[in-house]
């Protein structure tokens, strides 16, 4: 099976705006930490570029006790291949949390591999196919109770298949998306989050979950609905540890597009397999961390979890489960906030195997 390889040099600095804002209330000047990147992955060739975040308070001038820290991440990168990426991930609090927005703005020209739909295909290399899309995700929520959140989700990805593979799975371009088109989405969503820190929780929870109906009447070229949850808990079963422990669950219905489905792997859904190295209509995962100290801003992190697609909610098989383990380690970056830099590595079935660095917790 391929390995996932993401290699990644970076001198980091921290840029402030004054101090680190300081969660009290007594200082709220923001801050920013930033540093250049240099990757390298098959499907790239050598990429460069930067990343970085923005930390602040929206309510700087009429601070409202309890307010939380609002965050801009921005990443840039251009590889060999003249492939560009360019997302800027957000999320903002008004005074008192009463109102949140987050959701991520992106264009993207870009390789990545497909695999196929399903698990008939465990052991294909994959096929490389360019696209080039533009991204708005938006969550605009209010705040109706202490800890939690009601609101709307609007998703629009507007794409282009540049190029497919001969003689691959999407040559003949019979795959729903394969023409391109574009998706558009709006529905409720629920927010509950009663964590003790947004970046780096020790304790609470949060559960997230969203409908989004795709329509013409939106805009959409395809007619199909979404259904997600996300949950996390955080304990702290010995003193200076974190366990985390995360469930998600994604179920589509209708014509769904081939880059829209259910994805399992990457970053934050199954670390040790690449980002859509199983997908389908249906997704169920199930992951967990034990985060603990090692030494002054270092922590290390210990990665397991399992996941697995269908077709139909009928069709979820123990024996298409796909586990994956791994280990990590985080230095922290901005120290009032608690943000860290994360890097992981881990392994699925087959040879998978993932290394990623990024900014932030996987969940």
């Not at 190295?277 to 002054?296: A, C, M, S, T, V």
């Amino acid at each position: 099976m391929r390995n996932i390889f993401f290699l990644f040099f970076f001198a980091g600095s921290i840029l402030s705006f004054g101090q680190e804002a300081d969660t009290s209330g007594r200082d709220r000047r923001g801050s920013v930490f930033g540093l250049p990147i240099v990757y390298v992955t098959p499907e790239t060739s050598w990429a460069f570029g930067a990343a970085g975040i923005y930390s602040f308070y929206a309510d700087r001038k009429a601070p409202v006790a309890g307010t939380r820290p609002s965050q801009l991440q921005l990443a840039f990168a251009y590889t060999l291949k003249k492939q560009i990426l360019f997302y800027l991930p957000y999320d903002i609090f008004t005074g008192g949390n009463q109102y949140r927005f987050n959701g991520e703005i992106g264009l993207y020209r870009y390789t990545y591999f497909y695999f196929g739909i399903g698990n008939e295909y465990p052991d294909y290399d994959g096929e490389l196919f360019g696209i080039s899309f533009a991204r708005i995700r938006l969550n605009a929520l209010k705040k109706t109770q202490k800890h939690l959140f009601l609101g709307l989700r609007y998703w629009m990805d507007r794409f282009t298949i540049d190029e497919v593979e001969d003689q691959g799975l999407l040559t003949d371009r019979t795959v729903a998306g394969a023409n391109g088109g574009m998706v558009s989405g709006l529905g409720p969503t629920l927010l509950i989050d009663s964590r003790d820190n947004l970046f780096f929780p020790r304790k609470g929870a949060l559960v997230e979950a969203a409908v989004i109906a795709h329509a013409p009447l939106l805009g959409s070229d395809f007619s199909y609905s979404k259904f997600s949850v996300n949950a996390s808990r955080y304990l702290v079963p010995v003193p200076k540890t974190v366990l985390a422990l995360n469930a998600y669950m994604e179920f589509n219905s209708g014509t769904v597009p081939f880059n829209q489905m259910a994805l399992l792997g990457g970053a934050k859904k199954l670390r040790g397999y690449y980002e859509g190295r199983f997908r389908d209509k249906q997704l169920l995962i199930l992951q967990g961390e034990w985060r603990f100290p090692i030494w002054k801003r270092f922590k290390g992190t210990i990665v397991g979890g399992a996941g697995m697609v269908a077709d139909k909610l009928a069709n979820f098989n123990l024996d298409n489960l796909r586990p994956a383990y791994g280990a990590g380690l985080r230095y922290l970056a901005l120290k009032a906030q608690q943000i860290h830099i994360r890097l992981d590595f881990a392994w699925g079935q087959n040879d998978n195997s993932g290394f990623y660095l990024t900014i932030g917790e996987a969940f």
